[in-house]
């Protein structure tokens, strides 16, 4: 199963965008808000009204899920489908996902008049900023690919889409040592990793071991990514460099994994290369 499925805030294109691309790809184009209004037989404003959004999402994920059953796709998911943790695993392992990046004031300028959106009630322009900057590190934990759609055109943005997915392509090395092991190699696949390391290890807990350097770029992505597959992730960083490779560090290191109960059927991921990969795999 490999949909295509994209997400991003009301207003980034996602339906004129996916529509587009279904006809490119010749797949079948869902909008989840239409499957949404059709699973519940009343329209989004109407559910958001007599449920409340609580109420919106259980159909949301509901609608999400049918998925499954369906042949690929190219779905354009609303902007609240990443609030919910078990939408964000299923996302991921539903198929490839493309975040459509917009501002919230390009948004209020594309939507024009927001009567129909429940969560813009109000004053609009106060409110969306608040509800993106709410999201925008669930966008970019699920996202594989990332389009910016600020001052673009449909057709330049459906373009770039149409690139990014042939180029975003896994490469699988095998390597034949004892034990085994295999490489992977594509464009963002940090956005996949947590995926990936959960369907591969199978553990319930994992501590990511990184450095004072590569921890504040990638570790939030991957700590997303692990807890988006239900499992408890903590991360502990060092000091960058070889002074940190020393029994004193490595020390530390195993009290602060006892500390977040690390156990049997716990792993540690090392997130960075040469000492931390040396801390990490230090068996004392």
């Known amino acids: 199963m490999s949909h295509i499925l994209l997400i991003g805030f009301m207003g980034a294109g996602k339906s004129r965008v996916g529509a587009g ?10 909008d989840l808000d239409r499957e949404i209004e059709r699973i519940a037989g009343r329209t989004v404003s109407e559910i958001f009204l007599r449920d409340g959004e609580d109420g919106f999402r259980e159909i949301e994920h509901v609608a999400l899920e049918s998925l499954v059953e369906i042949p690929d796709c190219v779905v354009a998911c609303g ?21 459509l990046a917009v501002s919230a004031e390009e948004a209020i300028a594309r939507i024009g008049d927001t009567a129909g959106r429940p969560l813009l009630a109000g004053d609009a322009a106060q409110l969306a900023p608040r ?17 910016d ?8 943005v459906l373009a770039e889409l149409l690139e990014a997915l042939d180029s975003a392509v ?46 504040p ?44 109960r690390l156990g049997r059927d716990g792993a540690v991921v ?12 230090d068996r004392r």
């Open 21 to 30: 691309l279904a006809g490119k790809l010749g797949r079948r184009f869902i």
């Open 79 to 99: 902007g609240g489908i990443v609030l919910r943790d078990e939408n964000r695993a299923l996302l991921k392992r539903l198929g490839r996902v493309a975040y």
């Open 131 to 147: 509800i993106l900057e709410a999201r925008l590190s669930l966008y970019r934990a699920v996202a594989e690919i990332t389009i």
């Open 149 to 156: 759609t600020n001052g673009r055109g449909v057709d330049e």
């Open 170 to 215: 896994i490469t699988r090395v095998s390597v034949r040592t004892n034990p085994a092991y295999d490489i992977i190699v594509a464009h963002g696949l940090m956005a996949e990793m947590g995926q990936i390391i959960t369907d591969v290890v199978g553990a319930k807990r994992y501590v990511v071991v990184t450095d004072a350097t590569v921890g």
């Open 217 to 260: 770029l990638y570790a939030d992505s991957l700590l997303e990514g692990l807890r988006c597959g239900g499992v408890v992730a903590e991360c502990i960083a060092v000091k960058e460099g070889e002074e940190s490779k020393n029994w004193g560090t490595a020390g530390e290191l195993v009290e602060r994994m006892a500390q977040a």
């Open 270 to 281: 090392a997130l960075g290369g040469g000492v931390v990969g040396d801390l990490a795999l």
